[in-house]
């Protein structure tokens, strides 16, 4: 079974920088997509940035320009590169894998943002 592991998180300035990392375990396969989610307390979870086989990156809004996705070209890896970081940011945020009809969740890290 798939097994995605986060870190990374922690806790900074507003305008400061974290590098989140998920390392997958469990699967020979590339997910169709890999991306991040976050929750913050008492809000809805909402998906801030995933990319496909393809290359194609998708950002929410307010994260355009602030942060990068990025994944390995052949391991199931993905990282968040979150500059310029706003109280906002502030969330609980989990890897997220898709492979066909499969989904696979990390246990999530912690961004707290200080204001």
């Known amino acids: 079974q798939v097994q995605l592991a986060e870190s990374g998180g922690g806790m900074v300035q507003p305008g400061g920088s974290l590098n989140l990392s998920c390392v997958s375990s469990?699967?020979?396969?590339?997910?169709?997509?890999m991306g991040w989610y976050r929750q913050a307390p008492g809000k809805e979870r909402e998906l801030v940035a995933s990319?496909?086989?393809?290359?194609?990156?998708y950002y929410i809004d307010s994260v355009k320009g602030r942060f990068t996705i990025s994944r390995h070209k052949t391991r199931n890896t993905v990282y968040l590169q979150m500059n310029s970081l706003k109280p906002e940011d502030t969330a609980d945020y989990y890897c997220?894998?898709?492979?066909?009809?499969?989904?696979?969740w990390g246990q999530g890290t912690q961004v707290t943002v200080s204001s």
């Open positions: 990319m496909s086989t393809g290359s194609n990156p």
């Open positions: 997220n894998a898709k492979l066909h009809a499969l989904t696979f």
């Open positions: 469990g699967s020979i396969f590339r997910f169709d997509v």
